[in-house]
């Protein structure tokens, strides 16, 4: 609310009614507030249900406080009254009644596809791992790329 209030600064009122003030901004931009609607045609009010800086200026004069014009559910009162019913704990499994078929049923674990086997020569060491496998032979003897010694 403080930053929508700086918003419109030096913003000036034009009064219709006690409950609707058009509000001239910068740059002659013209808003309607409809208070007792909780409106503001920039729809900022309209759509967040908190004041906009138009529905601020225009609530100053009436000496109605800012707070009252928010929506009902950012009220500490309205989240406690959503969490004041009875929270029941879950019951114990054993006192839940089962059906006869149900819990006769043999449960197995889910078919599923057998992950594909790497061969061992193939498959990358995880760090760590070490491998006894055989020295790998030597088809072409070293030799330096520059002076191919
Ligand atoms: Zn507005």
Not at 54 to 83: F, N, Q
Request: glycine content about 6%; charged content about 25%.
């Amino acid at each position: 609310m403080t930053k929508n209030m700086a918003t419109v600064k030096g913003s000036k009122i034009n009064a219709v009614s006690s409950w609707n003030s058009e509000i001239v901004g910068k740059f002659a931009r013209k808003d309607k507030v409809m208070l007792s609607e909780k409106k503001c045609s920039c729809k900022y009010f309209d759509y967040i249900k908190i004041p906009c800086g138009h529905a601020m200026i225009a609530v100053d004069g009436l000496g109605v406080p800012y707070d009252t014009l928010c929506g009902d559910w950012y009220k500490t009162s309205v989240w406690r009254e959503t969490y004041a019913g009875f929270i029941s704990p879950k019951s114990d499994l054993r006192d839940v009644n089962i059906l006869e078929r149900v819990s006769s049923m043999i449960m197995y674990p889910p078919n599923t596809k057998r992950q594909v086997v790497r061969d061992h020569k193939t498959r990358i060491p995880f760090t760590g791992e070490i491998w006894v496998m055989a020295p790998k032979k030597k088809v072409v003897a070293n030799r330096c790329g520059r002076y191919r010694g």
